[in-house]
């Protein structure tokens, strides 16, 4: 199983490797940009292996740059909410 066909592994990767960015001084903004990198690379590269990965992707394929912004920010905050929990 691939990381990416559960939600929960998925997410609390996510969320580790935003702490670890965070913990080495990289500025929110650039692990802003980071994510919205990452996003727009699952949407053209990776099929969606869940309901939940498949809501994101539907999301972005129709989002503007600034909502895929948004979203990238949501999921951020989402994975590290989890994360300290």
Known sequence: MTILENWQKWTSFLGQNVMQAEASGMPKKMIQQA???????????????????????????????????????????????KHVQ
């Open 35 to 81: 994510a919205v990198q990452i996003g727009e690379y699952l949407a053209t590269n990776v099929d969606p292996k869940n309901e939940q990965e498949r809501v994101l992707s539907d999301l972005w394929g129709v989002a503007s740059e600034d909502e895929k912004h948004a979203l990238a920010n949501c999921v951020m905050k989402l994975v590290q909410n």
